[in-house]
């Protein structure tokens, strides 16, 4: 253990790792969309992914104010219209929905009156609720009549979203802004057929409400000069955004000192997760397992009496499944790659897949 870990302890601080688990590669050659991702796929991961709105930042910055770049969303159109929640990092569950009439109308946006969801033409003009994550008064009514994209864009130029998923749906304080409005109010839950190029089922979009055209023959997703996203045929050429994984999934079982060893060998580490949005990366990685569980870069140690990750991160952030942060020796963590990708303390002889983090490679 380095001393400046010790150093930390004695202080009582945390030790956060501001990386991202991905680095985005600007190219100013213009290729169609099916050109940008075989010169992705070739030089580095693929086309580039957007988790959240900072990912939005950092690709906007990267390219300067320039617009019309390709990212790796497009849409198949093949009619496999997925429910999403417009707050990045959570998944859509089937089994706490709350449809007034089973969620089985042809559109693709949803409102909610009396508690229960509508699905409804995203094109109406509703009022909405937006979320707040950082103030403690969480929840935005906003008595203003909006598309369900002008409504996403405003909560998350003022506030964190739209607000999402079960648990702020079924919040009191939700319910009593909804109780005393009692009119139909965009929530932040929508469907698209819009698809990652690596196959990622981030939820995430940023389309701009006054430049997004769904047209049948605008199948591929690029940024404009807002940072924003439009869409347009495959076939232009553009500049594009490629991304560089710093994680890979390795699919042989392996007990946590040999996935450890096979990590620090190959590439760089056992992963190490430090907040919520790696937490999100890590888990796309985790789906794709064959084991039910993924080895993280996170053990106890007996001698030291806490919980530490190899890369010298204390647990700043943590995702614990329920009565499972209890210290043993001989205990080191896995997430689990299935439902919601909790952590769980496994004994070091179990074998599982695991996850390294590799070095960013340097190609232009």
Not at 120 to 125: E, I, L
Not at 188 to 209: E, H
Request: glycine share 4%; with cysteine.
């Amino acid at each position: 253990m380095q001393w400046s870990l010790f150093v930390l302890i004695l202080m009582g601080q945390c030790s956060f790792c501001l990386c991202r688990l991905y680095e985005y590669r600007f190219v100013e050659e213009k290729k169609t969309w099916d050109e940008a991702q075989k010169y992705c796929r070739d030089k580095y991961t693929d086309l580039a992914k957007v988790f959240d709105m900072t990912d939005v930042k950092r690709l906007r910055d990267s390219a300067g104010n320039q617009g019309g770049a390709w990212i790796g969303l497009h849409n198949p159109h093949n009619d496999d219209r997925t429910w999403l929640w417009s707050l990045p990092g959570v998944e859509f569950n089937d089994s706490e929905t709350e449809w007034a009439g089973g969620g089985n109308n042809p559109e693709n946006c949803v409102v909610m009156v009396n508690h229960k969801w509508i699905d409804h033409p995203c094109n109406h003009k509703h009022p909405f609720i937006c979320y707040d994550e950082p103030n403690q008064n969480k929840f935005h009514l906003i008595d203003e009549k909006k598309t369900w994209l002008e409504a996403q864009s405003y909560c998350r130029e003022h506030y964190t979203d739209l607000v999402s998923v079960p648990t702020q749906l079924n919040h009191e304080e939700l319910k009593k802004i909804e109780s005393d409005h009692s009119r139909d109010v965009w929530i932040g839950l929508f469907r698209d057929t819009w698809r990652w190029s690596d196959g990622s089922s981030f939820s995430f979009r940023s389309w701009d409400p006054e430049k997004f055209n769904d047209e049948s023959n605008k199948r591929c997703a690029m940024t404009v000069s807002n940072g924003k996203w439009s869409s347009d045929e495959c076939s232009h050429t553009k500049p594009f955004f490629c991304y560089d994984d710093e994680m890979i999934l390795i699919k042989e079982n392996k007990t946590w000192e040999q996935a450890l060893t096979y990590c620090r060998e190959n590439h760089h580490d056992l992963v190490s997760i430090t907040n919520r949005l790696q937490q999100g990366r890590v888990e796309e990685k985790a789906k794709q397992a064959n084991s039910p569980y993924v080895w993280l870069g996170l053990r106890y140690s007996c001698p030291l009496d806490l919980w530490f990750w190899v890369s010298d991160n204390l647990v700043c952030y943590d995702n614990w499944a329920p009565e499972n942060r209890t210290e043993d020796c001989d205990i080191a963590v896995a997430m689990s790659a299935r439902d919601e990708h909790k952590w769980f303390r496994r004994s070091e002889k179990e074998t599982h897949n695991f996850i390294c983090a590799r070095k960013f490679r340097n190609n232009k």
